[in-house]
């Protein structure tokens, strides 16, 4: 089989990365993992701002934009919707949040984002007796449809394999690259943690955090709102709930651990004031980078073999843009930003 492109890796930075290649009218096959990675576990949320910390996320604002641009025109193609709007709830803990929240909502660069008025009136359901703060132009994006959607509809049966990438199979040529009986001009790694035993990459400094993750069924439960605590609640339908994330960088397996659930179940039942049913305990390894900025670009020592990984939490509103500068740097030779390219580790790629 001759094709264009080797894809290996269908999360979303390898829907970015299909999606640039299918509206330019290249052919591609997918090698994707059988067991799920990061992007199917996560909840899907599309936000700008960094609401612990009280500043906006690295440049949210267009990326925003971008990939609501994005996911739109594909629930145009593939004629369902993947993009559920919905306003955060920000619960606060002391008056001390509420007064961060009242100076961060004053501020240019929040005022699209943060509703400066203290939501007193919280549904019973809920245990926030100092009120919550709303953040409105979010929501979540249905991520593990979205993928088998475009996987069942855009991407023919012959060109996506669901098998591990086994490194013994692959070989690079002089003017293509050969994967079993594969033979293409390039190949991309969008392999998100899995890229710390890729052996062109693994120097780069991916330092994959792992964490736990619950869906309940709390019927009752408000739906009008993504909940904010010390994690988040976010409604999925059919009175189901996504609740995460724990945090532990020093673990990188992606297997649930019982310090996560137990983490997960402290703070739920300290924001919950309802009955609920825990129907799955996952875990799994976010591909998160020292500097906090995506990796993007191509081998120093073969033109053929490129990345894109390191999305981290917000990959939502990272993967579309990276999508496209990885596309262009392939195909039109442009430059990438010198805050994604994979050259600022150079010395790690000698």
Known sequence: MKVDVVLVGFGLAGLAVAEQLRRAGK???????????????????????????????????????????????????????????????????????????????????????????????????????????????VGRLAISELLLAYRTQLIPTTHFRKEPFLYDAFKSE????????????????????????????????????????????APGMDTTHIWKSRLFVVPQGNDEYWVGASFNNQCKDPVPTEEGKKWLMTHLNRLLDIPFTVIAHLGQVRPAVVDRRPLVGTHPNDPKIHLLNGLGSRGVLTAPQMGIHLHRSIFENTPLPDTISITRFAADLC
């Open 27 to 137: 052919s591609f096959v997918v090698i994707d993992q059988p067991q799920p990675g990061a992007s199917h576990c996560a909840a899907g949320i599309y936000n700008p701002t960094i609401l612990k910390r009280y500043t906006m996320a690295w440049e949210a604002p267009a990326l925003l934009d971008e990939a609501l641009g994005f996911y739109k025109e594909l629930e145009e193609v593939l004629g369902t919707s993947f993009l559920y709007p919905l306003p955060i709830a920000r619960v606060f803990s002391s008056i001390s949040e509420q007064n961060q929240w009242m100076s961060a909502s004053d501020q240019h660069q929040f005022k699209p984002y943060l509703v400066p008025k203290i939501q007193t009136e919280t549904p019973t359901e809920v245990n926030a007796p100092l009120g919550y703060g709303r953040v409105v132009g």
């Open 174 to 217: 002089s003017k293509s690259v050969v994967y079993k009986d594969i033979v293409a001009n390039h190949i991309i790694f969008c392999q998100g943690a899995a890229l710390r035993s890729n052996p062109f990459f693994k120097d780069l400094p991916l330092r994959g955090s792992h964490g736990d993750m619950l869906r309940i069924h």
